[in-house]
């Protein structure tokens, strides 16, 4: 799956990391490409190279998504 982190910090002074298939992903010139993964950890610890402060969407990211 390829992710992406939003450029644009949150009110929580973070930024998040989506899915390419997300709903809520932001537009082009608003988020950086962080490649190709296999879980949405993975993306966590890519976009931590571009953002101190980064999470995931709640939607898209889900560590523990149900089964």
């Not at 973070?14 to 993964?37: E, M, N, T």
């Amino acid at each position: 799956m390829k992710y992406f982190v939003n450029k644009e910090v949150q009110s929580s002074g973070s930024h998040q990391v989506h899915a390419s298939r997300c709903l809520w992903i932001p537009d082009s010139p608003k988020r950086i490409y962080l490649g190709d993964f296999e879980t949405s950890q993975e993306a966590l610890e890519a976009a931590k190279q571009h953002f101190e402060k980064v999470n995931g969407c709640i939607y898209c990211c889900n560590p523990n998504p149900a089964k």
